[in-house]
T-cell receptor, first 114, second 109 residues
Framework: NAGVTQTPKFQVLKTGQSMTLQCAQD?????MYWYRQDPGMGLRLIYY???????DKGEVPNGYNVSRLNKREFSLRLESAAPSQTSVYFC?????????????FGEGSRLTVL | QKEVEQDPGPLSVPEGAIVSLNCTYS??????FMWYRQYSRKGPELLMY????GNKEDGRFTAQVDKSSKYISLFIRDSQPSDSATYLC?????????FGDGTTLTVKP
């Protein structure tokens, strides 16, 4: 049982390049989330999807786009990467659409923008 | 002002010590509170989940919520080196989960 799977685990980009972080969950969860974590800081919500077909902005959405491809998959796209987007990105999911219950996290994707 | 403020640490204690980790929050709409544990280079994992004011105990861990003072705590009894990790508190309102910045704990043998 894989839980939440993120790819890639590591990525180095040059300023201005684009990339997509992929996330898939096999727990039949309704809600999915993208967070970023910077040194000494907690997790900050970038975007979330309460259910298939819906997405909403979180605390720090600028510079990112998301797609809820289906119930299992939620991708995060950086259209023109900037050094300020160097971070560890975590995808998470939870069972309910209303947001209650445990958040299950992936292992993280470490992104460096030069 | 951040919605969830967490004592920054880092915290270093000897094995067997009682550890107290603390957060305050400002959003009265928070309905649920959680504590997550994050080992180095891993994703966070749920440790404790609470809804109402009061205490919830699970083995060596006790989560305490005081909604009147907007204060949440996690106590670890008989701390072990395996408890060395970053602990994150979380307040949740209808799907929008706000994390504290985390407290890094080291338990020395």
């Amino acid at each position: 049982n894989a839980g939440v799977t993120q790819t890639p685990k590591f990525q180095v980009l040059k300023t201005g390049q684009s990339m997509t972080l992929q996330c898939a969950q096999d727990m039949n969860h309704n809600s999915m989330y993208w967070y970023r974590q910077d040194p000494g800081m907690g997790l900050r919500l970038i975007y979330y999807s309460a259910s298939e077909g819906t997405t909403d902005k979180g605390e720090v959405p600028n510079g990112y786009n998301v797609s809820r491809l289906n119930k299992r998959e939620f991708s995060l796209r950086l259209e023109s990467a900037a050094p300020s987007q160097t971070s560890v990105y975590f995808c998470a999911s939870r069972k309910g659409s209303a947001g209650t219950g445990e958040l299950f996290f992936g292992e993280g994707s470490r992104l460096t923008v030069l | 002002q951040k919605e969830v403020e967490q004592d920054p640490g880092p915290l270093s204690v000897p094995e067997g010590a009682i550890v107290s980790l603390n957060c305050t929050y400002s959003n009265s709409a928070f309905q649920y509170f959680m504590w997550y544990r994050q080992y180095s280079r891993k994703g966070p994992e749920l440790l404790m989940y609470t809804y109402s004011s009061g205490n919830k105990e699970d083995g060596r861990f006790t989560a305490q919520v005081d909604k009147s003072s907007k204060y949440i705590s996690l106590f670890i009894r008989d701390s072990q080196p395996s408890d060395s990790a970053t602990y994150l508190c979380l307040g949740d309102n209808a799907g929008k989960s706000t994390f504290g910045d985390g407290t890094t704990l080291t338990v020395k043998p």
